[in-house]
């Protein structure tokens, strides 16, 4: 650049210096209400977070339902931002990951929900989703061929900079990229913030019904217990050291989805993105009656939510942490403290409940 052009008066320039750049975030989700709510969150806060990609893992959901939801959503906020705020999202790909490990499959009760929520009439105002699927990139260097667990690794390998890795499902396609791409693909990451575990609570795996032998809870959670060799390959690995941040029950516990923060929507009710929130929860709250471990929390909103503001949760940094894949033992899935551990993963621990509570609030006045 010419010296002349470095002296002339930078307005622009000097107003964007003071504002940072958004982080570029991926998000790997596996369609349950609350990780689509955690689409919102991220869709409705574009100065902070640039969405760069988003992949839907068949766990908790029906894979082609979540994608329909994923990609509804996307294109009804990107429009009505444009349109109503004049903010322009840069359209981002919407992958399908073709991976499934069934060994404990999510009860079909809890896999259904993406097909209601395709349903709303939020996500199927014409001017706004007719034509959703068009609105979605491929990824360069790829072809409708390319498995979505592929497509996802090459978002990482073709970007110039590290990306914040969100993951609210289970760790089977960031297994397969450590396991295919292996440095290449960790040295793209530049944290990754997951929803999974139980440290010092309970797990949320209930076992019961008429072929259960010993009915309980059980030490695991839900994201774990359903791939646990995966679970483990990324939690302890060597090549991800020092980047990760679990979002266990130890933090999700403080923040349950009842039927007060549900109806708080109800105040922004002009707006899609309330009508979005306040409808999917509407689905859930019935759960709170079930008592400990049954109910609904916005376990994968607040882990989108640290990636928004990181202000809002302190970790306890560096906890040595092991993941029990003995499909044999009843602990099964479980995180937890190893002191013999080579390295550990920074786990939250503290968090604002009423900013984060406040934050979804505000993301549903959005559009
Ligand atoms: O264990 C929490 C994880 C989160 O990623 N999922 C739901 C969230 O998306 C599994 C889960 C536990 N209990 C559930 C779950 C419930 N009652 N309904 C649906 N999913
Ligand atoms: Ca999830």
Known sequence: ?????????????????????????????????????????????????????????????????AYRVSGKLTSTVRR??????????????????????????????????????????????????TGWEADIPTVPNTDANTPGEEAFAQLFLQSPEPISLCVTGPLTNVAYCLKTHGAAFADKVKEVVIMGGAVDVEGNVFLEGPDVKEPGMLAAEWNIYWDAVSAKAVIESPLLKGKV?????????????????????????DSLIAQFIGSSWAMCTHLELGGYGKGY?????????????????????????????DPTKRSEGQTRRDLTGAHGVDVAMKIDAERFYMMTYEAAQFV
């Not at 955690?38 to 339902?65: Q, R, T």
């Not at 909103?301 to 029990?324: C, K, M, Q, R």
């Open 297 to 325: 929390y916005a376990w994968d909103v607040l882990t989108a939510a640290h990636v928004v503001d990181s202000g809002l949760v302190e970790f306890e940094p560096n906890v040595p942490i092991t993941v029990e894949i």
């Open 1 to 65: 650049m010419s010296r002349s052009n470095s002296k002339r008066p930078r307005s622009e320039e000097s107003t964007s210096a003071t504002q940072p750049r958004p982080v570029p975030v991926v998000l790997d989700h596996d369609g349950g209400v609350d990780d689509l709510v955690a689409l919102a969150l991220l869709l409705a806060n574009p100065s902070k977070v640039e969405l760069v990609g988003v992949i839907v893992l068949d766990a908790d959901c029906y894979v082609n339902d």
């Open 80 to 129: 009505a931002a444009a349109a109503k705020r004049g903010v322009h999202i840069k359209p981002f790909p919407i992958l399908k990951s073709t991976l499934s490990h069934g060994g404990h499959p999510f009860p079909h009760e809890w896999r259904v929900d993406a097909k209601k929520m395709d349903d709303l009439p939020s996500l199927n105002v014409p001017k706004w989703t």
């Open 245 to 269: 941040r679990l979002f266990s029950l130890d933090a999700t516990n403080h923040v349950p989805v009842t039927s007060a923060v549900c109806q708080e929507f109800g105040k922004y009710n």
